[in-house]
Every structure is written in C-alpha cells, then in structure tokens.
C-alpha cells in the first residue's frame, strides 16, 4: 500500500504518501515497539477521537514509550491529514513507534519515538457481512495469559498471532478467526470483539486478557439504553451452542452481525440488525 498519491502525517509534516518510510533498523521491525489506532470519520468527525488518541498515548506508556506529542496535538494531525487528502469519510491509522537510534539491540530507551498518521478510505470490513453474517474459524492460537504481554495495550506484537489466525481462516474460505483465550474461554476475534444473543439477553467475554475495544464499550452502553441486560463474563466455547445471534464489534467492523463460528450456526436476528443500525446512527449524529 505504499505506491499510491496522498499524504500522510509523519513526525509533524505532511509527506507525499510514497516518501512515507522508515529505515530497515528501526527498532520496532525487529522487536515490536509499535502501538497504533484504528478510528474512522464520519461526515468530517471522528467517532471519539480523543478516546483513540488517549489509548494511543496508554499504550504506548505501557511499552515504556512516551509519544513526543499531546492528545491536542494528534487530533489536529489527524485532521490535517483528512483535509490534505480531501475526505471526510475515512479510517485513520495513527502509528507510533520507536525508530533506529545510535546502536542497534533490545534495549531503545534512546531511540525515538516516532508518530505518523496515515488514512484511507474503507468500506465493510468484512463485505457482505452486515446483511449476510460473517463466517468465522475457530483459532488454534489463544490470547495469552496477561502476565505475559500488556494485554491492554493496541500493540503490534500482540497481532502476530491475529494474522496467523486470519490467514488460516481466509484459506478456510471465512472472514475471520474467534481466538479463545489461555484459559479456554471465548475471548475475540482478530480485530474485534464478540457479542451473543440468548433468551433476549446479551452476552460478552470480559475483556480481562484482551482489548476493551471502544466499539464495545459504546455497544454495551446502546443495549443498556435500550433496557437489555448485558451480561460481561467467562464463556466457554461449548456454551455457543446455545446461542441464537452473535455479532462482531471493532472500529473497523462497526456491528457486524455473524452467520457461524466453526460449527455453531446463528441467525442474523432482529436484536444483531438493530444494533447494526443504532451504532450507524450513533457515529453519524
Ligand atoms: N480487539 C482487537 C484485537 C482489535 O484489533 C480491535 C480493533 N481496534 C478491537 C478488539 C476493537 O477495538 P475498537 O472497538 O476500539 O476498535
């Protein structure tokens, strides 16, 4: 994606989007010093903004990264980049990380941090899915035990196992994988959290080995509003057998009804559809 006209935010100035790049030792290519977000605009607004740019700041702090710029000073990058590029509906994709320095190994406390903010413009994550359902795999790889890597942080090391799982699920002919976690418990998707419908109640994993996304936080807030009990727990895989709906939440996904997660079938009901249509409402008001 790096031979194309636009602009992208790096280290304070707009670059033209081919001159965007980094050197081959900078840190985080060979050890994973990389936070970033996911956001998306919508008719000029960024669906909280300020929130992305916060975790961003956070996660970065929880990989012993301080970013050289304000939450103030990112959101006036991310405009900048949309107005350069002319949109007003797009994803934005802030990076930062930690760059070469003056020798080369683990250690980087010397290394700068480096921040860019790049976009495009991107339709359904997953296609047809919000009429039809996504179909999902079943990962072989788990969310790791939290004492094992900072699982709140929207780290790029934490994804090696999301793309390992995301391309056996793609050679499987599905969207995407449910990964469980190190206890065996249903944890999420590679890029986004999971939700299920049983007896008119909603049911989501805890997010205590995994990321609290934003989207799930504001859906679990939509069924609340609306007088739906929302139950935050351990599930185990057997239990989605008796699942009737199931849905997928992420910045990138939006609410993403599911179809069926290895063999467990569900239907794209009315509670999946209505929340499909709330959050479209929501980050369009
Ligand atoms: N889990 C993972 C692994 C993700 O990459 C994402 C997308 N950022 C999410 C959950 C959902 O997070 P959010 O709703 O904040 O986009």
């Not at 994973?32 to 977000?37: H, I, K, L």
């Not at 790029?156 to 190190?182: F, P, Q, R, V």
């Not at 205590?208 to 185990?236: M, P, Y």
Request: aromatic fraction near 10%; charge should be negative.
């Amino acid at each position: 994606y790096d031979d194309r006209d636009g602009w992208i935010w790096m280290d304070g100035t707009l670059v033209p989007w081919r001159e965007a790049q980094v050197h081959v030792l900078t840190h985080a290519l060979h050890y994973a010093s990389s936070v970033f977000e996911g956001e998306r605009c919508y008719g000029g607004r960024i669906f909280k903004g300020v929130e992305h740019s916060r975790r961003l700041r956070r996660s970065a702090e929880l990989l012993d990264m301080e970013i050289p710029w304000t939450v103030e000073e990112i959101e006036a990058a991310k405009y900048e980049m949309l107005k350069a590029n002319g949109w007003t509906d797009a994803y934005v994709r802030a990076v930062a990380w930690r760059g070469a320095g003056d020798d080369m190994g683990v250690s980087a406390r010397r290394n700068p941090v480096r921040l860019a903010v790049a976009g495009w413009e991107w339709g359904n994550y997953y296609g047809d899915a919000k009429m039809k359902g996504a179909q999902l795999d079943i990962s072989k790889w788990c969310r790791p035990d939290p004492r094992t890597i900072p699982c709140e942080a929207k780290a790029a090391g934490l994804y090696m196992i999301c793309t390992m799982s995301k391309h056996a699920a793609e050679a499987k002919g599905c969207s995407d994988a449910l990964m469980m976690d190190y206890r065996g418990y249903v944890a999420e998707a590679t890029g986004a959290n999971v939700f299920f419908v049983k007896d008119g109640a909603v049911h989501t994993p805890l997010p205590d080995c995994f990321l609290n996304g934003l989207t799930r936080q504001t859906v679990i807030g939509l069924l609340r509003e609306k007088g739906i009990a929302v139950h935050e727990r351990h599930i185990s895989p057997t239990e989605m057998a008796g699942f009737e709906q199931c849905w997928l939440t992420g910045t990138a996904a939006e609410v993403t009804p599911v179809a069926r997660i290895g063999d467990f079938r569900f239907e794209v009901g009315a509670l999946a559809q209505e929340m499909v249509r709330s959050y479209e409402a929501l980050v369009r008001a």
